[in-house]
């Protein structure tokens, strides 16, 4: 059966034959010899506190994170993309071929010098460590070098981050690119199976939930205020750390045990393997009655799934499927 993305990604490959890319060569001028702005330019956008004016869309993009990677991927916008770094897990198979064409700057984050050499006209970070000023990073550093920027809005939100915040992600991204209808479609797509997924789980019982991000001495979880409470809500949990008004912060396993979660939600990324993060949970005599541990109850979602990114609805699909196999 043929995936629904993989399928409006087939669709909007056509669509981008029939629409000119803004500013190609033999642009018309204005009265004054300047460029005429692209249909729909200039675009102005204020995003986490960073006005930005846009006379045209960006063409050599470069991303910082795997979810932003991503979300260009998903927008079909591969060929004005220069550079990516710092991916979590695997890209989405769907969005190899494409990733596979675009140079990785760097494993993690690249250097100035790294990110510079891409000769970007825009840069799009996922976390608010993309724009490290102590790496040169900074905003309002590459604007002065002449380099528009976007941080997530996961990472600038002043209360909880939810499906809103998401079409607010895809929406500007897209308008900022010239493809407004890209946007519009996939947020549509969206939309139609995280409401297929609460159609399933009507009148279901809400496990509740404890996201292990990881950590030895403290533990890293998902806290109310990140897309990743959003994803446990909608596939019929209840995030036990949900009051902690974080995307991500630590509490004390003390505050684990207190809370009696009776599910495990383990975010799979990086050098430690999902079962080496069960087998510290298991082995640790201090959560032995947890419920979720007595139970062996753990479910699993790749990092990249937990961001604000275009893998919400696989992510709430997958999870509400774990949490509720009956219903699947």
């Known amino acids: 059966m043929t995936h629904p993305r993989a399928a409006a990604l087939r669709a909007l490959a056509a669509l981008a034959l029939l629409i000119p890319l803004a500013g190609c060569a033999g642009a018309k001028e204005d009265t004054a010899g300047e460029p005429a702005a692209a249909p729909g330019f200039p675009y102005t956008t204020t995003n986490c506190g960073v006005?930005?004016?846009?006379?045209?869309?960006?063409?050599?993009?470069?991303?910082?994170?795997?979810?932003?990677?991503?979300?260009?991927?998903?927008?079909?916008?591969?060929?004005?993309?220069?550079?990516?770094?710092?991916?979590?897990?695997?890209?989405?198979?769907?969005?190899?071929?494409?990733y596979d064409?675009?140079?990785?700057?760097?494993?993690?984050?690249?250097?100035?010098?790294?990110?510079?050499?891409?000769?970007?006209?825009?840069?799009?970070?996922?976390?608010?460590?993309?724009?490290?000023?102590?790496?040169?990073?900074?905003?309002?550093?590459?604007?002065?070098?002449?380099?528009?920027?976007?941080?997530?809005?996961?990472?600038?939100a002043t209360g909880p981050v939810g499906l809103d915040q998401l079409k607010t992600e895809i929406t500007e991204v897209a308008r900022t690119f010239g493809v407004p209808e890209r946007?519009?479609?996939?947020?549509?797509?969206?939309?139609?199976?995280?409401?297929?997924?609460?159609?399933?789980?009507?009148g279901k019982n809400r496990p509740a939930v404890f996201a292990y991000d990881g950590g030895e001495s403290a533990a890293s979880t998902s806290g109310g205020n990140g897309i990743g409470n959003e994803i446990i809500t909608r596939a019929g949990g209840t995030n036990v750390f949900a009051d902690l008004k974080d995307t991500f912060?630590?509490?004390?396993?003390?505050?684990?045990?207190?809370?009696?979660?009776?599910?495990?939600?383990?975010?799979?990324?990086?050098?430690?393997?999902?079962?080496?993060?069960?087998?510290?949970?298991?082995?640790?005599?201090?959560?032995?009655?947890?419920?979720?541990?007595?139970?062996?109850r753990f479910v699993v979602l790749p990092l990249s799934s937990a961001v604000l990114g275009v893998r919400v609805d696989d992510a709430v699909e997958s999870l509400a499927r774990q949490l509720h196999p009956d219903a699947a």
């Open 183 to 202: 946007g519009a479609r996939l947020i549509e797509d969206q939309q139609r199976r995280i409401d297929a997924v609460a159609q399933k789980l009507a």
């Open 101 to 156: 064409k675009i140079k990785v700057l760097a494993k993690e984050y690249p250097s100035k010098e790294q990110l510079l050499a891409a000769n970007p006209d825009f840069v799009y970070g996922g976390y608010a460590s993309a724009f490290d000023k102590a790496a040169g990073r900074d905003r309002a550093g590459l604007q002065k070098s002449g380099i528009n920027t976007r941080l997530s809005v996961e990472y600038c």
């Open 51 to 98: 006005d930005t004016t846009y006379r045209e869309p960006p063409r050599r993009a470069v991303t910082l994170t795997q979810h932003t990677t991503e979300i260009l991927l998903a927008l079909g916008l591969q060929d004005r993309m220069v550079g990516t770094a710092y991916l979590d897990d695997a890209i989405l198979p769907v969005y190899r071929p494409a």
């Open 249 to 296: 912060g630590d509490v004390s396993w003390e505050q684990v045990i207190e809370r009696k979660p009776e599910v495990i939600l383990i975010y799979d990324y990086g050098g430690t393997p999902v079962e080496a993060k069960k087998q510290r949970l298991l082995n640790d005599p201090a959560l032995a009655q947890v419920p979720a541990v007595k139970n062996k």
